[in-house]
């Protein structure tokens, strides 16, 4: 261990208490050795004003699943391409994000900055340009996925590190905008390398995305509040008023309730807890898809945002039902992927559609 200085302290950094501490937060040895500081974290410290999430809650927080396996990984000291990847976030990526003015802003110059403080984020921004590199350039394509493998997974270690430490009002603004680049990334794995796998299944990549997607809704119901003053609460902005459905969105609702009514129907074949989870998922895709017209956001698309909130609408169960391949649930999801598909005028991330008709 690095000898990291000043005096010796019994209240110091957990690193530096048998040695010396200046009881800085975080300590300016710590700072110095780029090393996780104890004191940085408010549950260290006694009679912090900030509340982190109480540990039943914490336990729920899923971990989140790796794209990638370890034969996928690149050289992580490529440091030249991560510049390029950085310079392409800050120029050109961040702008497929939103159409808003405010939240590109926020996406521009806070998210990067925010990087600098949490490395999870940055890594994950790096990974969020290092696909779209690879969707614009076909012939390089290779190149971009392996420094955009290489981001994911060091990207996802450092979440689930930061997650298990527990979710405050200093990192929920971090984990949020991480977990969204990582909800973004996920379709973007379509598109690219995994597909042409022989093991990769379109199925069980959904699934994987629609895990993360809970793990956001969790993070957005114990954080809203902190996360709308954090340092990136310009990512909420764009609001405006409601519009009429589009015409294929309506079709899509009006069959989805159809659906619904055909699912309330009694059946003696039914299982009848698995059917009232499959109503929950068709009433809630429904409503998400009402919703994005009646909250019209500026942010993006009808289509995309849409395609992103049933993930974080639907019950957890229902995942178990589609893991299962439950034929009513299957068509549930077939008239996502139908979403999906109108989703893939409008962005470039989401081509999943494709793979799962």
Known sequence: ??????????????????????????????????????????????????????????????????????????NSQDWASDIELLHHYTAVAYQTFSFCGQVRQTLQYDVPREGLTHPFLLQQVLAFSGFHLAYLHPNRRHFYLVRASVHQDQAVTGFNIALANGLTPLNCHALYASSIFLLICGFATYPSCEVHHSAFSPLDGLIDIFRLAHGISLIVTSSDKDLRESPLQGLFAGKSGSIPPSDHLQSLVNHLLALKQTLQEPRSDRNGADTSVILEATSSLADSLLSVHKNNSLAASLEVRAALLWPLRMPTRFLDLIRQREPLAMIVLAHYCVLLQHAERTCWFIKAGRWLS
């Open 1 to 74: 261990m690095k000898r990291l200085g000043y005096k010796k302290s019994r209240t110091g950094c957990q690193r530096c208490k048998s040695r010396r501490c200046n009881e800085a937060i975080p300590c300016s040895a710590c700072v110095r050795h780029r090393l996780p500081c104890s004191l940085r974290d408010p549950d260290s410290q006694p009679g912090s004003q900030h509340a982190s999430l109480p540990s039943s809650t914490r336990s729920d927080l899923p971990h989140f699943p790796r794209f990638l396996d370890d034969t996928q990984r690149g």
